[in-house]
């Protein structure tokens, strides 16, 4: 479907024991914050969209707004460590990692928690991933937490790691690129620019087919709206894989947040792009539900030209039927 480049980050001596037969890249664009003390599990709990009580670490899920637009997307990580209390890591998106952590503090209040940036902690820890094939062993304390994507099996495993046993170890320095690339065409968004501040909503998100969100759990901020949209099923909008079919390095995606229409120049609008992978090839745009069903090519102008592109839709294979 498309190349993946092997330019990933290997682990050489006594790191090699935490993967074995596998490549890691380093994901510069997310950051970690850690959360600990006896309360820490019920302040997440009531700002989260999934149960902190599921069995996989890590775990997916947003924190919305009052209004229940998604503030930020998240993967909830138990610490590896054998620690006398509840401890977690919160991985997002590097460029708000302070929002999260002054949301997270306005809403403590009295709650016996600590919460601590990765990069300030009494070591500065990293997000890496593995999507290429081996045999995954987390060894503490090279990994301070560690699991399968719980979004989609494809994207392989990932681990919060200390800086120094990465940057020491590692042979070459990835750009994540790929990672991007594989992440776009399987259609999962991540970070701010695929999912804007409050200004998205998690079930046009497809948070349920992504195992990020819990309908039995107790109430949390934004539940509300989330819980009726999901009982009533009306649901019009939804991110969707985009993608051209051209092997001109100059013709690109629409930049984020341009208009998608019916016909090239204008016509009926169907929606507006989100992100793009490096080459803008594969990236995520939100679309009426009803184009995808009718519209068998879409138009927008190229974010590197005034040229009108086709650009073609592709759903998900985790996206069940009908949509």
């Not at 070591?123 to 045999?135: K, L, N, W």
């Not at 991007?180 to 948070?207: A, F, M, Q, T």
Request: proline share 6%; aromatic share 6%.
């Amino acid at each position: 479907m498309f190349p993946l480049r092997r330019s990933f980050i290997r682990l050489r001596g006594p790191a090699a024991a935490v993967v074995r037969g596998c490549e890691l890249t380093k994901l510069s664009s997310r950051a970690v914050v850690r959360v600990t003390g006896p309360d820490s599990a019920s302040l997440l709990q009531g700002l989260i969209t999934n149960d902190i009580h599921v069995s996989s670490s890590p775990f997916y899920a947003h924190f919305l707004n009052v209004q229940g637009r998604i503030l930020y997307d998240a993967l909830v990580y138990r610490s590896a460590a054998a620690e006398a209390e509840a401890a977690y890591w919160i991985e997002s998106d590097a460029t708000v990692r302070d929002e999260l952590v002054k949301h997270l503090r306005r809403h403590k209040l009295r709650k016996k928690a600590t919460i601590i940036e990765g990069d300030k902690d009494d070591e500065e820890y990293v997000v890496v991933a593995q999507i290429t094939a081996g045999d995954v062993v987390p060894l503490a304390p090279l990994v301070a937490a560690g699991g399968v994507d719980p979004r989609e099996e494809s994207l392989g495993h990932r681990f919060i790691v200390r800086r120094k046993d990465v940057n020491d170890l590692v042979s070459n320095n990835n750009e994540e690129d790929d990672y991007h690339l594989l992440r776009y065409s399987l259609g999962i968004p991540e970070g701010v620019i695929d999912l804007p501040p409050g200004k998205c909503l998690p079930l046009e998100s497809n948070l349920v087919y992504v195992n990020g969100i819990s309908f039995q759990k107790g109430c949390y901020v934004g539940q509300e709206l989330t819980a009726r949209t999901h009982h009533t099923g009306v649901i019009r909008k939804r991110l969707v894989t985009v993608y051209i079919d051209d092997d001109d390095d100059a013709v690109m995606l629409p930049a984020p947040d341009a208009p998608l229409t019916t016909d090239p120049g204008g016509g009926k609008s169907v929606g507006r792009m989100r992100g793009s992978a490096k080459g803008g090839k594969w990236g995520l745009a939100l679309l009426r539900v009803n184009a995808l069903v009718k519209e068998g090519r879409i138009y927008g102008t190229s974010q590197t030209s005034d040229r009108q592109v086709v650009v073609r839709m592709k759903t998900p294979k985790w996206w069940p039927p009908p949509l």
